[in-house]
Each structure stands twice: as structure tokens, then as C-alpha cells.
């Protein structure tokens, strides 16, 4: 069966997911995050792409980036596996891939999807009930982006930077979205889209997407609907 194809366009943020083989763990240890930060950030300068928020989880990443041309994506996930897998590998004595296939991915419309994908990024430690609050896992953009400590690779968005008239306001305001969890709808909505590949927004945007690249991107998640409060 051929691979499906994957499209990206400038300047159209992307939410990225990438799992470990089998779901197998792809980090053991403090220093594998650090490494795995470490050829984000160098892979981010090389290829002109934006980090907006990241989750780096026992057994897979979430990244919500912009890139400044339609490869920057694949050249920036590329780079950060051609050096973290022989890192891995040659740690822990193993050899071959540890992900499971290629990334998986979908545009994100950031007007009105925007941050809800940069809290269901950061929640992922939540629902995974490693943590009762982003702020205790370590290893995610939530220190940056609630203001309680600075990361150098994190470019804030214009949907991000309209929270507030200064640094005080946008966190104080981006703090406000997770009093409450997301709803589950929303959830289902943004996991089917990077499941899928399907572009994540209104129909507007995902005609639009379509038009400018002239072929139908992605597809709905077919089959039986998810039980209310599951995450497929």
C-alpha cells in the first residue's frame, strides 16, 4: 500500500506527532529529553522553523510549529532524527528506527485553533495522569509559554501574543486556559486531524488548503464515533 502523502504549506503552523515503535519508550532518561531539546532547537536555526509549544512524553512528541517554506517541516523532523536515533542507539546498545513509521501531522488553522492545540499539547502529561498540572511535568513548552521560565527555542505566535498588551497579560491570560480541561469534543477534533492528516479548521480553511495546493489533503476518521470522553 503507498505511503500517503504528506503537504505543507509556508507560513501554515503544523502539529506534529511522532510515536515510538510499538509505543515502545523512546526516552529513558534526563539526559535523552535534553538531547532530544538540544537538535530541536539546532534543527529550528537550520531549517527557519518556529517552535510554539512541544510535549516531549515517555513514548512520543507533539510539536506545534511554523515553518518559512513547505519542506522546512520534513527537513526539521529529519534533522532531529538522523541525530537522536543513532543517540539512542548507541546509548542503549539497540540498532534500527525507534519510531513507528513517519511522523504524523496536520495544519492547524490559528485563528480558531491555534492555542487549542497548544493546550492539548501541553495537557498530554495531564490525561495521561503522569501529572494533576502541566506545570509539575518537565518536559514540555508550558514553563515558557505560562511565563515561569524562559526557553530560547520558543517563538511565540501572533494568535499567543494577542493575549495581552505585554508578557504579564499574554501569561496571566494563557494561564486562564487551563483551569479547565479541554472540551472532549475539541480534543477528538484535533487528534483525528493529525491522525488523519486532515487540515484542523472550518471548512473555509480546509478549501482553501485544498485550492492553494491543488488535491484533497487528508481524510475523516472513518468507522464507529469514539465513546464521549475518550481519546481514540
Known amino acids: 500500500m503507498p505511503r500517503k502523502p504528506r503537504f505543507f ?95 504524523k501531522s496536520s495544519l492547524v488553522q490559528s485563528d480558531r485553533y491555534f492555542l487549542a492545540v497548544m493546550r492539548y499539547i501541553e495537557l498530554n502529561p495531564v490525561r495521561a495522569q503522569m501529572v494533576e498540572h502541566p506545570v509539575l511535568y518537565p518536559w514540555s513548552s508550558f514553563h515558557h509559554n505560562s511565563g515561569a521560565k524562559q526557553f530560547s527555542f520558543i517563538t ?9 498588551r505585554n508578557l504579564e497579560e499574554r501569561t496571566h491570560n494563557y494561564l486562564s486556559l487551563f483551569e479547565h480541561h479541554q472540551e472532549t469534543s475539541e480534543s477528538v477534533s484535533i487528534h483525528n486531524a493529525w491522525q488523519t492528516g486532515t487540515p484542523l479548521g472550518d471548512n473555509y480553511f480546509k478549501e482553501s488548503i485544498e485550492q492553494r495546493l491543488q488535491q484533497k489533503v487528508g481524510q475523516d476518521r472513518q468507522g464507529r464515533p469514539s465513546k464521549r470522553g475518550q481519546i481514540p
Request: charge should be positive; avoid cysteine; proline fraction near 5%.
Open 9 to 103: 504549506l509556508p507560513n501554515i503552523p503544523v502539529h506534529v506527532v511522532q510515536r515510538g515503535a510499538s509505543r515502545a519508550p523512546v526516552f529513558f532518561e534526563e539526559e535523552d529529553y535534553k538531547a532530544y531539546a538540544f537538535w530541536m532547537k539546532e534543527a529550528a536555526q537550520q531549517y527557519q522553523v518556529a517552535i510554539h509549544a512541544f510535549v516531549l512524553m515517555t513514548n512520543h512528541v507533539h510539536i506545534l510549529l511554523t515553518a518559512q517554506s513547505g519542506t522546512g517541516v520534513s527537513q526539521f523532523m529529519q534533522h532531529i532524527g538522523r541525530r537522536y536515533v543513532p543517540f539512542v542507539n548507541h546509548k542503549y546498545g539497540r540498532s534500527g528506527s525507534i519510531w513507528e513509521g513517519r511522523f
Open 156 to 164: 511565540p505566535h501572533s494568535s499567543y501574543n494577542v493575549l495581552g
